[in-house]
């Protein structure tokens, strides 16, 4: 396996019209690896993953994935990202089966019964899978868009605070999928407030914030983030 990183961030700086949201952060991501970032809330995590992901153009800095700076237009960038952000964006007309087969097809997933299948097994949602969005709870549509993350081929999975809307028991089940996507090679890098997720899961972090963005492990950026400390 490549140990190239699948993500290399240096001295990447992310703001809003000129303005910095918050210090230039510098890591790199190497394959089957997971790496958290963590922060207060509005410290520039999101704002850090839409860099990642060319969405947002670096004020300062670089960030290459795969080798190559990050431009979302390139289809061999698209082909291996996936991408859960923190957005409702779902076909009202389409149900939960529907969406899923659209994405696994739409990347050119051979076997996508299977893969569909297990997906709506994974996240709960076998029983809804003719359900449209609308008929489902909001933590529901969540897994939906989850599950969406997990039906297509990826080399590097973002994921926008994942654990947002989703029951304890779904947190464990997530948390033991991506264990699982670590384990078979892929990269994940996760904004989260979720203690028990980042020990589950991440090998290191990064904390967010105005002053310096520093690398930790995933120990001690669990504990930065236990109730009462952030
Ligand atoms: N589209 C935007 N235009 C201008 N400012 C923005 C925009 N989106 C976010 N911001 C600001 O950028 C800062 C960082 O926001 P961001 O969403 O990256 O934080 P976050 O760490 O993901 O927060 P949270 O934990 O609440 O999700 C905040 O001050 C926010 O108000």
């Not at 948390?175 to 997720?197: I, N």
């Not at 930790?216 to 952030?230: F, N, T, W």
């Amino acid at each position: 396996m490549s140990k190239a990183p699948v993500v290399r961030a240096r001295n990447l700086l992310v703001g809003y019209g000129g303005d910095p949201v918050c210090a230039p952060v510098t890591f790199t991501l190497a394959p089957g690896r997971v790496l958290a970032l963590v922060g207060a809330n509005g410290s520039g995590k999101s704002t850090v993953l839409r860099a990642v992901l060319g969405l947002l153009d670096p004020a300062g800095g670089t960030v290459e994935a795969f080798g190559r700076p990050v431009d979302e237009r390139e289809t061999g960038f698209r082909k291996r990202v996936a991408s859960v952000l923190d957005d409702d964006a779902y076909f009202p007309a389409l149900t939960v089966a529907e969406h899923l087969y659209l994405t696994a097809r739409g990347h050119g997933v051979r076997d996508a019964d299977d893969v569909v299948a297990q997906a709506l097994d994974d996240f709960g949602l076998t029983e809804h899978g003719t359900s449209l969005p609308v008929a489902l709870s909001s933590g529901q549509r969540r897994r939906l868009l989850l599950a969406a993350g997990f039906v297509r081929p990826r080399g590097l999975l973002v994921l926008d605070e994942p654990e947002q809307r989703l029951d304890l028991s779904m947190r464990s089940r997530l948390a033991e999928r991506l264990v699982e996507e670590r384990a078979a090679g892929g990269s994940v890098l996760l904004a989260t407030h979720d203690p028990v997720l980042l020990r589950a899961v991440a090998d290191r972090a990064v904390l967010i914030a105005d002053d310096e963005c520093r690398l930790l492990s995933a120990e001690d950026a669990a504990a930065a983030i236990a109730p009462g400390v952030l």
